[in-house]
């Protein structure tokens, strides 16, 4: 072949296969951003918010032993979740009335907001991880929200979230899915149970661990985690939980964040939260995940 011709193929080849790469990240980038405006209609009906001081109490437990401090702060009033080299920032918003948004919420906002991942305007809340809650009771959720409303006001600060172009090209192409997309918001709210060490109430505990380790438990790549993350394990019988001889190991595990022969499980772990767990739900939990 002439050399000129193979190298005008060539040249030709790398402008057609630029003009590929660019049009494909355009599409996708444009596509993030459709979603991250399009919106969720969420049929929820109101619930009675609790006001005494035994539900306003239990509401302070499940805000702090399920992951909700982690992110909005020990006192709700908003901290920084992520801020990444790469451009990736996230602002959990202050909670409290101080902030105009979200003394503005009604219970059928708090609903859409907490067990669908949808905001008051019906837009997903990105970095929200509602599947983990999309479960809860009425009467959880109730009390939840009804410490929510109790706590003293901070400085309003709104919720911040960049997305670089990659990850909202990723987002558009449906590689990472935000909460809304992945809770089927058909499901009534699930019915109270008791807490109390069984199978039962353990599946409800494990909802918390859904947002990481997948809706069936079993672990993986975490969508749209930071590319440092490790995968999340497998949490089903036959993976990790063979580690831990029984309840006791597993249950001192998840105080202290560290594995029955001393090493440390993966930082990404919250156990700032999960520490704070009872003993009624750590053993139910290791119930259900060592169960069939």
């Known amino acids: 072949m002439d050399v000129k011709r193979f190298f005008r193929i060539a040249s030709s080849a790398l402008v057609a296969f630029v003009i590929f790469v660019v049009l494909a990240v355009?599409?996708?980038y444009w596509w993030g951003g459709r979603k991250l405006a399009r919106k969720i209609d969420v049929a929820v009906q109101p619930v009675a918010i609790p006001t005494d001081t035994t539900a306003i109490a239990h509401g302070k437990y499940l805000f702090d032993s399920r992951g909700c401090a982690d992110c909005h702060g020990g006192k709700g009033t908003g901290r920084q979740v992520f801020d990444e080299a790469n451009g990736f920032r996230v602002f959990a918003p202050d909670l409290t009335r101080a902030n105009p948004e979200i003394a503005?919420?009604?219970?059928q906002d708090w609903d859409r907001a907490i067990r669908?991942?949808?905001g008051p305007t019906g837009r997903p809340l990105l970095v929200m991880p509602s599947e983990d809650y999309n479960r809860l009771s009425n009467e959880d959720f109730g009390a939840l929200v009804a410490y929510i409303q109790s706590l003293p006001p901070g400085e309003g600060r709104q919720g911040e979230i960049h997305f670089p172009w990659f990850l909202q090209g990723m987002y558009g192409?449906?590689?990472i899915k935000d909460a809304a997309e992945k809770i089927d918001h058909s499901l009534p709210p699930q019915p109270a149970i008791a807490a109390a060490v069984n199978v039962q109430y353990g599946a409800y505990?494990?909802?918390?661990?859904?947002?990481c380790h997948g809706g069936d438990l079993r672990g993986g790549h975490i969508p749209g985690a930071p590319p440092d993350w490790p995968p999340a394990a497998n949490l089903r019988p036959g993976g990790v939980m063979k580690t831990y001889a029984g309840a006791s190991?597993?249950?001192?595990?998840?105080?202290t964040g560290k594995r029955?022969?001393?090493?440390?499980?993966?930082?990404?772990?919250p156990f700032g939260a999960f520490a704070k767990m009872d003993d009624t739900d750590l053993n139910a939990l290791y119930l259900f995940l060592t169960s069939e």
Do not use: E, I, L, W
């Not at 505990?205 to 947002?211: D, E, L, M, P, Q």
């Not at 190991?249 to 105080?255: G, K, P």
């Open 249 to 255: 190991q597993f249950v001192d595990m998840m105080r």
């Open 116 to 118: 669908h991942g949808v």
């Open 205 to 211: 505990v494990a909802n918390s661990c859904k947002g």
């Open 104 to 107: 503005k919420y009604q219970s």
């Open 173 to 175: 192409a449906g590689v």
């Open 26 to 28: 355009g599409s996708t």
């Open 260 to 269: 029955p022969n001393g090493t440390d499980v993966s930082r990404v772990m």
